[in-house]
């Protein structure tokens, strides 16, 4: 059973106390004075982005606590974006901050326009491509025809980044371009209006991929690292594509919610 010595201690071996403070209450839960002493550890650089937390069993002995404490301290770790927990791996260090989880909760094109406008997307640059085999089949398209391209990071009202986006524009469409820098908002929704086109229905699929080392800084992750990868293509009535968005998302604090009824 867990001992608490005193308000702000916990009894362990080697006296050597875990300690608080202003962001838990001194009689708080011990496994959030524990996630609190780990946080710290990360933060000063004691135990650096990349490296292994000590596993579950050193840290019951190094604080004399319970493995259930441990685990719950983990846990909370794992939820504010700092380690990666693996079964089997142990706990990796994958960001010296927290970061806030970011949940998506869309079932309506309406969500989709809302999304777009409560966010931020920042277009680095645009360009016309033709894309490679490979990129042509994730694309659903033959190879060989032409798309624009608007790269960029897309990241919440107070500059907090939310995902790597490549928007694909089909050809019909690229007389945006010269706009897409300076535009606010949805990028479908401005080829609406020009265009006198409506999005019929959007297909999302979601996976995961590794990111390559561009991706990683922007998202502030190590190269090679899983993300979430939300693909959606956005379709018109004869089921032409206006346009296919490509988002990638830090792993760590991504949520997806969606609401299922009745037909």
Not at 30 to 37: F, G, P, T
Not at 85 to 104: D, F, K, L, N
Not at 179 to 190: D, F, K, P, T, Y
Request: charged content about 25%; aromatic content about 6%.
């Amino acid at each position: 059973m867990d001992r608490i010595a005193q308000p702000g201690k916990i009894r362990m071996k080697r006296n050597r106390p875990i300690s608080t403070d202003g962001e838990v209450a001194r009689d708080g839960p011990l496994y959030r004075r524990l996630a609190q002493e780990l946080k710290r550890s990360i933060t000063s650089g004691v135990h650096p982005v990349g490296t292994m937390l000590p596993t579950e069993q050193e840290l019951c002995e190094r604080f004399n606590t319970s493995r259930y404490t441990v685990r719950e301290a983990l846990r909370l770790l794992g939820e504010g974006g700092m380690v990666d927990r693996r079964q089997g791996r142990g706990s990796e260090v994958i960001s010296s901050r927290e970061r806030p989880v970011y949940a998506q909760s869309l079932t309506s094109l309406t969500q989709l326009y809302d999304y777009a406008n409560d966010t931020r997307l920042v277009i680095d640059r645009v360009l016309r491509i033709v894309p490679d085999d490979q990129l042509a089949i994730r694309l659903g398209r033959l190879p060989g025809r032409e798309w624009l391209l608007a790269e960029g990071i897309r990241t919440t009202s107070d500059d907090n980044p939310i995902c790597v986006s490549h928007v694909f524009i089909h050809q019909d469409f690229a007389s945006v371009g010269p706009e897409l820098v300076s535009h606010a908002g949805a990028i479908h929704r401005l080829i609406e209006d020009r265009f006198d086109i409506q999005v019929h229905e959007v297909h999302q699929q979601i996976t995961t991929e590794k990111l390559d080392a561009g991706m990683a800084a922007r998202l502030g992750e190590l190269a090679g690292c899983d993300a979430v990868l939300v693909t959606r293509r956005y379709l018109a009535s004869d089921s032409r594509p206006i346009l296919i968005s490509l988002n990638w998302h830090r792993l760590a604090g991504f949520a997806y919610s969606q609401v299922i009824r009745r037909e």
